[in-house]
C-alpha cells in the first residue's frame, strides 16, 4: 500500500553577532540562537487526484465531483476526487516536556506548479524542542493556548506531524528534515445515476462531523460540528454521462477498543425538487471513518425510489489502502 505525506524539508541557518571565543561554555549555552526555517511543501501533499479541477481548485466540504464515465460499484475504479489546496501552516513550538513556548500561523505562497513554500524566524536556546505543524485552508481556524487544540468552522484536507529536534550550544550548521501526514478522512457518495431534470438540489446533513485536532499531539476530540450542506445541480451536471458525486471530510477520534474504526452515527442523503418535495432519500448509520482514507459509498443518489437492491460500500483510497463492506437494505 502507498502511503502519502507532505514533506517538509527544513534548512535551518544559525548564527551569532559575537565573537565565540569572548563566551566560556555557560554563555553559549544560555546564548539565544536566531533560527531561520526554510520550509518547502513538495507536490506528493496532492493525492486527491483529479482528471477535472473543480471551481477555484479550493474543496469544501462536502464537494461536487463530476466523471464523465459510469463505474460498476465496487470496480476499483479512481473516481474523480479534488485537489488538495493548502493555504496556511499553523506551527507551535514546545519545549522537551511538551510545555508550550509560543504558536504563530504563515501563509503557503503557492507558485504556478503547485508547490509552496514559506519561510519563518524563531530564537532558541540551547535544549531540546519539539515543534508540529498543521497545514490547511481555513482561515477562521482557531488555536487555544491553554488546550493545544484548533478548532475548525469547516475542515477541508489537513496534515498534521510533530517533530524533536536539538539546538546544540555554540552550533551554527544544523539542519532537520520533518514530514507531516494527512490527518481527516474523507466520506464520498458516487452516484450510479445521472442527475434527473426534475432533482434541483442535494442535501447532506450530519449532527455529527468531528472538528478539532491537538496540534502537540495530533489527537481528536469528541467536539463535533453539525453539517447541513444543500448542492444546486447546474446545466453542466445534468449532461449525458455526467456523475455528480459529493465529498466532505471529517477529523476523526480515537475508536473505541471494540470497534474496528471510528464512525459517524448517521448522515442523511435527499435529493430534491425546486418545490422542496423529496425524489429520493436514505440515511445510513454507523458511517466508518479512518484516517487518511475515504470511505466511498456507491449506488443510486437521485433518481426516484422504485426498487432497490445493496448499496455497496467501497472504502476506498488512494491515501491508504481498501477496505470493503456491505450495508444490507
Not at 536566531?34 to 507536490?43: G, H, K, P, T, Y
Not at 487526484?49 to 465531483?65: L, M, S, V
Not at 484516517?291 to 466511498?296: A, L, S
Request: hydrophobic share 35%.
Amino acid at each position: 500500500m502507498r502511503k502519502h505525506v507532505a514533506i517538509l524539508s527544513l534548512g535551518l541557518l544559525l548564527w551569532t553577532s559575537c565573537e565565540q571565543d569572548s563566551f566560556t561554555e555557560t554563555n553559549l549555552e544560555e546564548q539565544e540562537v536566531i533560527v531561520q526555517f526554510n520550509v518547502s511543501l513538495r507536490q506528493e501533499i496532492s493525492p486527491f487526484r483529479t482528471t477535472r479541477a473543480i471551481p477555484g481548485n479550493a474543496p469544501e466540504e462536502p464537494t461536487p465531483q463530476k466523471s464523465e464515465t459510469t463505474e460498476e460499484p465496487g470496480s476499483g475504479t479512481e473516481v474523480t476526487q479534488p485537489t488538495t489546496t493548502l493555504t496556511f501552516v499553523d506551527y507551535a513550538v514546545y519545549d522537551a516536556e511538551g510545555t508550550y513556548l509560543r504558536h504563530a500561523r504563515k501563509e503557503i505562497n503557492v507558485g504556478p506548479d503547485g508547490s509552496a513554500q514559506f519561510s519563518l524566524q524563531e530564537s532558541f536556546t540551547a535544549g531540546i524542542y519539539k515543534i508540529s505543524f498543521l497545514a490547511h485552508s481555513v482561515e477562521d481556524a482557531q488555536f487555544s493556548e491553554e488546550t493545544n487544540v484548533v478548532t475548525f468552522p469547516k475542515i477541508n484536507d489537513t496534515f498534521w506531524g510533530n517533530e524533536e529536534f536539538e539546538i546544540e550550544a555554540g552550533e551554527t550548521n544544523q539542519s532537520f528534515s520533518f514530514s507531516i501526514q494527512r490527518a481527516i478522512a474523507g466520506v464520498e457518495f458516487h452516484p450510479s445515476d445521472e442527475v434527473p431534470e426534475q432533482v434541483h438540489h442535494f442535501n447532506i446533513e450530519t449532527s455529527c462531523l468531528y472538528n478539532t485536532i491537538n496540534l502537540l499531539d495530533g489527537t481528536t476530540s469528541d467536539a463535533t460540528i453539525p453539517l447541513n450542506y444543500s448542492y444546486i445541480f447546474t446545466a453542466e451536471d445534468r449532461n449525458p454521462g455526467t456523475l455528480v458525486s459529493q465529498i466532505f471530510y471529517t477529523f476523526v477520534p480515537e475508536k473505541d477498543e471494540s470497534a474496528e474504526s471510528s464512525f459517524i452515527d448517521a448522515i442523511t442523503l435527499s435529493a430534491l425538487t425546486e418545490e422542496e418535495e423529496i425524489e429520493r432519500t436514505r440515511t445510513l448509520t454507523n458511517v466508518p471513518i479512518y484516517r487518511n482514507k475515504i470511505t466511498r459509498y456507491t449506488g443510486t443518489l437521485y433518481t426516484a425510489r422504485i426498487v432497490d437492491g445493496e448499496f455497496s460500500v467501497n472504502i476506498d483510497s488512494e491515501w491508504d489502502g481498501y477496505i470493503d463492506e456491505v450495508l444490507e437494505e
